[in-house]
């Protein structure tokens, strides 16, 4: 049974970057294969996809946050991890990481999210 | 790019059926056939129920069913239950390697 693993501190100063870990465990070749990524949830409000990454390493993300976001997979300890730099307020949410077999067909697990707040 | 459009809220009578809307453009739930649809329990991370407009994975009850039509999808759960109550989120692809979301409806059992 896979599992992810959500790590990474709840609160960030404002300019700072935001970086959490999603841990894979269980199973043969976790990140290896597969399709990964992180969403998000500000409070009271709907999911916000952010990014995902594929085992190859290839990348994709969404526009709106392209510019800050990088998301990466380290096969050798099975994380898989996203960085958001230069917060602020609006990126208070919870973020999941979760995983899938392509873009196109959904996330079909997910990890136990993290509450990340942006304040001073 | 905006996010799909739900309806805030849905309710209906135990045993009774609903159906949420999730209405895009020609660009992502007019444009391709990949409609994913996810329930949410309060606290809880969300769950994939249906997935490329109308499959149900694994384990997800057949009372959940999906459908297009032009720019909107639908889910429509029959038969609700109280473990049903739940809010749910519809995603599609949008070209270009890109993904977006519904706002969420709060379904209500009542």
């Known amino acids: 049974q896979v599992q992810l693993q959500q790590s990474g501190p709840g609160l960030v100063k404002p300019s700072d970057t935001l970086s959490l870990i999603c841990s894979v465990s269980?199973?043969?070749?976790?990140?290896?294969?597969?399709?990964w990524g992180w969403v998000r949830q500000p409070p009271g409000k709907g999911l916000e996809w952010i990014g995902s990454?594929?085992?190859?390493?290839?990348?994709h993300y969404n526009p709106s946050l392209k510019s800050r976001v990088t998301i990466s997979v380290d096969t050798s300890k099975n994380e898989l991890s996203v960085r958001l730099r230069s917060v602020t307020a609006a990126d208070t949410a919870v973020y999941y990481c979760?995983?899938?077999?392509?873009?196109?067909?959904?996330?079909?697990?997910w990890g136990q999210g993290t509450q990340v707040t942006v304040s001073s | 790019q905006s996010a799909l459009t739900q309806p805030p809220s849905a309710s209906g009578s135990r045993g009774q059926s609903v159906t949420i809307s999730c209405t895009g453009t020609?660009?992502?739930?007019?444009?391709?056939?990949?409609v994913s649809w996810y329930q949410q329990h309060p606290g809880k991370a969300p769950k994939l129920i249906i997935s490329?407009?109308?499959k149900r994975p694994s384990g997800v009850p057949d009372r959940f069913s999906g459908s297009k039509s032009g720019n909107t999808a639908s889910l429509t759960v029959s038969g609700l239950q109280a473990e049903d109550e739940a809010d749910y989120h519809c995603?599609?692809?949008?070209?270009?390697?890109?993904?977006?979301f519904g706002g969420g409806t709060k379904l209500t059992v009542l």
């Open positions: 979760a995983r899938g077999d392509n873009i196109l067909t959904g996330y079909f697990q």
């Open positions: 269980g199973g043969a070749t976790t990140t290896s294969i597969y399709y």
């Open positions: 990454i594929y085992y190859s390493g290839t990348t």
């Open positions: 020609s660009s992502d739930v007019g444009g391709y056939n990949y």
């Open positions: 490329e407009v109308n």
């Open positions: 995603s599609s692809y949008a070209g270009s390697n890109n993904v977006i």
